[in-house]
């Protein structure tokens, strides 16, 4: 990398290195950021960052699953979807001792505070999201929720009592699965906040289910498509 390349690099982006690539679920892999830059880093939970996966312009973006000042890292959670495409290759491959750039944590898919209860629904992508938010929820406001993996042992340690679907091979995207165990919940008669994360045609049927059928209010639904089919780097 020449001095110019190296001067922007270090104007848009937080350098740090791989310490660690843990195979966590069948196709979910742990990675751990670590580096003085990390130290500084400002986050809240349910926002992400943009990591070059390859090359000086490939962006493919991670939500934050664990910032720790204290320790100087970062974690993020990377969903092998089984493709040679360039995030999913890098979450694959990438090792100890690697360099790693990044934007800082940025979005506002976050929680609402004073909610009456929050309800969360999505696949392996967005579990990741839900993870620091689920752990950010005040004990006193009541959590709900369906997430979907593809097979039993593809489900992330979640805080909280949310209902885990398996679709057993079907496509994560248009999840008929996730979108009845959502219709099946068991919540309270007036709207809470909802998150909806991942797949972009699966999110668009949980809300039309709470807008058309609950009768929530758009307002109370917050989404954030993470996928799609056919799509690149969504965001
Ligand atoms: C705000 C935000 C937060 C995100 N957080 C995470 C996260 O924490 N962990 C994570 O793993 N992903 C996360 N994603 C999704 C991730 O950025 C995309 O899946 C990413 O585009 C994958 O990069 P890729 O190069 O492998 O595939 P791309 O080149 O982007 O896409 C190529 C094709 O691969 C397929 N594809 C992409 N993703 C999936 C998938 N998950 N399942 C099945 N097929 C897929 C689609 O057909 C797509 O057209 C997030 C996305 C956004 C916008």
């Known amino acids: 990398m020449n001095t110019i ?3 922007l690099r270090s104007r848009l982006f937080i350098t740090g290195e791989i310490v660690e690539n843990e195979h966590i679920a069948p196709r979910m892999r742990r990675i751990r950021i670590g580096g003085e830059a990390v130290a500084g880093l ?20 991670y939500s934050v699953w664990h ?9 993020l959670i990377g ?6 495409s360039p995030g999913a290759a890098w979450v694959r491959t990438a090792r100890p001792g690697q360099e790693v750039s990044f934007t800082k944590p940025e979005g506002r898919f976050t929680l609402r505070q004073g909610a009456p209860y929050h309800l969360f629904a999505g696949e392996e992508t967005a579990a990741v999201a839900f993870g620091p938010m689920l752990r ?17 042992g593809g489900h992330l340690d979640l805080q909280g009592d949310l209902v885990k679907v398996c679709r057993d091979g079907a496509p994560a995207a ?16 007036e709207p809470g906040v909802a998150y909806l994360a991942g797949e972009a045609r699966t999110i668009q049927m949980i809300r039309a289910h709470l807008v058309d059928e609950r009768g929530w209010s ?6 954030k498509p993470f996928w799609t089919p056919g799509r690149k780097g969504l965001d």
């Not at 248009?174 to 008669?189: G, Q, T």
């Not at 758009?218 to 989404?223: C, K, S, W």
């Open 136 to 152: 950010a929820v005040p004990a006193t406001e009541p959590v709900y929720g369906a997430v979907e993996a593809n097979e039993p």
């Open 42 to 61: 400002a986050w809240t939970p349910g926002q992400h960052v943009r990591v070059l996966v390859h090359g000086p312009l490939t962006l493919r973006t």
């Open 5 to 7: 390349t190296r001067a």
């Open 79 to 84: 969903y092998d979807h089984g493709a040679d």
């Open 174 to 189: 248009n999840s008929a699965a996730l979108v009845k165990a959502v219709s099946a919940l068991d919540l309270p008669d």
């Open 67 to 75: 910032h720790d000042p204290a320790w100087e890292c970062l974690d």
């Open 218 to 223: 758009r307002r109370d639904v917050i989404t």
